[in-house]
């Protein structure tokens, strides 16, 4: 049964950061290739970014310099580094695993003004 649980959202100011967490299991982590998305109220899901089971990140355009992703496959666990946000990051941020097209549950990040 694959899960993705993530953690880490919550309520910051503009300008601060957060760092999001995906703890994955039910699958063969390491040679998964996982995502970032998220979803703003009222608008399409969008991508933030991916990163290879071999740790190569690609960002949508929007996203690259103050998002950051990584993963520790001893953990299996996926990481979204954010810096500088804005109050337009608002949203519910999604793990996605690609290859078993599985999403998690969500974690909300809202920034403040």
């Known amino acids: 049964q694959v899960q993705l649980v993530e953690s880490g959202g919550g309520l910051v100011q503009a300008g601060g950061s957060l760092r999001l967490s995906c703890a994955a299991s039910g699958i063969i982590f390491r040679i998964t290739t996982m995502g970032w998305y998220r979803q703003a109220p009222g608008k399409e899901r969008e991508l933030v970014a991916t990163i290879t089971g071999g740790g190569t990140p690609n960002y949508a355009d929007s996203m690259e310099g103050r998002f950051t992703i990584s993963r520790d496959n001893n953990k299996n666990t996926v990481y979204l580094q954010m810096n500088v946000l804005k109050p337009e990051d608002t949203a519910a941020y999604y793990c996605?695993?690609?290859?078993?097209?599985?999403w998690g549950q969500g974690t909300q990040v809202t920034v403040s003004s």
């Open positions: 996605y695993a690609t290859e078993r097209s599985y």
